[in-house]
């Protein structure tokens, strides 16, 4: 029987899917990819198959969840398998230095980066970047883990003696220009099956983890949000207007990332700064509802997936 298929490690996350796909009928099966073995030799079922696998697995102690999701994409690929979100969106999932260079070639501005692989080197690493304040971030994080910001070189210097730096999964360090939003907030353009869905306001006065997901606000068991059960934590913008969209959608459609978000910061100027690229994109239920718009991120997942899953059987 074709079925969709989700990929993932984060059940609370999965939660508003399941609701979803039952109020859609729409049949389905799960993989729990912290446990599994996969047998190369096999054939998949037949089905669409959605990864949702996150940067941020570790911080829930599914350490090698991603490294075993690449090699499950790749056997599904292999045979020939629809895979929303295929191997390309997850290196760019795990590897904010990828993101960079991928935006690059479609011309979208991301704040001005220096990669390092040695923590001894991250203040030649700042020279380089001459910009105060600085943002240190792991190039493997998720859920804004590990960011860190600077006021100047000595202050980083300082941490890296106190051993107050934390770790880079992958032993990648990126330095960062720091750019400050205009109006405290960050915005995340949201896209489903390569369509703008709508754009959230975030409220980033507190600090660098905004993770938008339901689980995210009954508390810090899930995700340390920030005093996440603010109503104004999380906005949907009713009246969105951005001209990068289109070049957001073709960037998408490039790398593989079916269901994804945007994330960038606005600065005084009204310069638009993509810092991060999220393809395990999460929705806050309290936004929807207090929008205009009435659209939910989940629902509207789980259609495009029962579409496309009807279309594959239609074809076969």
Known sequence: MNKIYVIHENNEWVVPLRTAFEKLNLPYEEWFID????DLNSVPPEGIFYNRMSASAHTRDHRYAPE??????????RHGRQVVNGRKALSLELKKSEQYIALQQFDISHPKTIVSNNIASLPKAVDQLNKFPFILKPNRGGKGAGVQLFQSKNSLIESIKNNHIGESLDGIWLVQEYVKPADGRIVRAEFVGGKFL????IDASNGFQLCPADSCNIGNEFCPTTNSNSPEKFMVIDQYKNNDLEKYASFLKKNNIGIGAIEYVEDENGSKWVYDVNTNTNYNSGAERNSNLKREGMFEIANFLGNELNTAIKQN
């Open 35 to 38: 446990d599994l073995n996969l």
């Open 68 to 77: 075993m999701t690449a090699n499950v994409l790749s056997w599904l690929e």
């Open 198 to 201: 709508y754009a959230v306001s």
